[in-house]
């Protein structure tokens, strides 16, 4: 399984990205599906989550400003930042909740990170 991330870049404050993470390889189903950031120097933190049904979840600093969504067919998840800040600045990870079979574990699997900047 492997999760390629995009959309990451450089934009000013108050400007918006779109973030796109496929899920590839051998799935037999996705659960959870999310985004994570890790600022410069400090710890991997939640920014939104989302069900197979479509139930989100989402970090308090990033609430009516970021939104998830996921395509089932596409195995994609996405993450639509708008009012970026130059606290926003992260490189961003994505994640997935994979079965490869059925009756299969439940695996967590991890995108490569893309980094966005965010200038004032």
């Known amino acids: 399984v492997q999760l390629q991330a995009s959309g990451g870049g450089l934009v000013q404050a108050g400007g918006s990205l779109r973030l796109s993470c496929v899920v590839s390889?051998?799935?037999?189903?996705?659960?959870?599906m999310g985004w994570y950031r890790q600022p410069p120097g400090k710890q991997r933190e939640l920014v939104a989550t989302?069900?197979?049904?479509?139930?989100?979840n989402y970090a308090d600093s990033v609430k009516g400003r970021f939104s998830i969504s996921r395509d089932n067919v596409k195995n994609t998840v996405y993450l639509q930042m708008n009012s970026l800040n130059p606290e926003d600045t992260a490189v961003y990870y994505c994640?997935?909740?994979?079965?490869?079979?059925?009756?299969?574990?439940?695996?967590?699997?991890w995108g490569q990170g893309t980094l966005v900047t965010v200038s004032s």
């Open positions: 994640n997935a909740d994979v079965r490869t079979r059925l009756f299969g574990n439940l695996d967590a699997y």
């Open positions: 390889g051998r799935i037999f189903s996705i659960n959870d």
């Open positions: 989302i069900t197979s049904a479509g139930s989100t």
